[in-house]
């Protein structure tokens, strides 16, 4: 069971634009999208996206959640510093009916 | 808003069984939402452990299937996890999360996570 594909690390400055992004195949993230979550430490993960790309409520607009084919991308603008987190994707994969998760992105705001 | 509180001992001998409760403040437990198991090893990223759903169908980590058993007691509202035979590589903290069942939804709500450690 391959898990998803995020990059390790990216690094941003403060109020510039980051994109992170999640590749998988057409079983996960091509079949019913990508959700993503942001993970401080010591904190439960919070859901940033469902997989149709919907924010739950009290989510900023800052963030805002797309995808291509078996891509995902999770873009957040006007970086401030407490966007400094772990970032994760997530998919359900009917190929083995189970949810798979990406490495996550240790995104740094500089 | 649901609370969830996950629960169990944060200490586990190797070769011995794992097992965690989540309670959940709300009567969603009988509603429809799929109720799962997440870790995160130390340093590491998160791991999908398996879900149950209020019909009692279950699915799990094909990496953990063997030793995995995850129960819904809505008597009590609360879910629980069995890991058997751990080892070291099981030490993680470990959470418990919801989704709303259908294919656009994503882990909206989760415990604060309880940490296990698995050590003689």
């Known amino acids: 069971q391959a898990g998803l594909t995020q990059p390790p690390s990216v690094s941003k400055g403060l109020r510039q634009t980051a994109t992170l992004t999640c590749s998988g195949d057409?079983?996960?993230?091509?079949?019913?999208?990508a959700s993503w979550l942001q993970h401080h430490q010591g904190l439960p993960p919070k859901l940033l996206f469902h997989?149709?790309?919907n924010r739950p409520s009290g989510i900023s607009e800052r963030f805002s959640a797309s995808r291509s084919g078996n891509t995902a991308s999770l873009t957040i603008s006007g970086l401030q510093p407490e966007d400094e987190a772990d970032y994760y994707c997530?998919?359900?994969?009917?190929?083995?009916?189970?949810?798979?998760f990406g490495g996550g992105t240790k995104l740094t705001v500089l | 808003q649901v609370q969830m509180q996950e629960s169990g001992p944060g200490l586990v001998k190797p070769s011995e069984t794992l097992s965690l409760s989540c309670a959940v403040s709300?009567?969603?437990?009988?509603?429809?939402?799929?109720w799962d198991w997440i870790r995160q090893p130390p340093g590491k990223g998160l791991e999908w452990i398996g879900n149950?759903?209020?019909?009692?169908?279950?699915y799990y980590n094909p990496s953990l299937k063997s030793r995995v058993a995850i129960s819904l007691d809505t008597s009590k509202r609360q879910f629980s996890l069995r890991l058997t035979s751990v080892t070291a590589a099981d030490t993680a903290v470990y959470y418990c999360?919801?989704?709303?069942?259908?294919?656009?939804?994503?882990?909206?709500?989760w415990g604060r996570g309880t940490r296990v450690t698995v050590s003689s």
């Open positions: 997989r149709n790309n």
């Open positions: 997530s998919a359900w994969d009917s190929s083995v009916s189970a949810w798979v």
């Open positions: 149950i759903y209020q019909s009692g169908d279950t």
């Open positions: 057409n079983q996960n993230v091509g079949n019913q999208g």
């Open positions: 999360a919801r989704v709303l069942e259908g294919y656009i939804y994503g882990f909206q709500d």
């Open positions: 709300d009567d969603s437990i009988i509603r429809g939402y799929s």
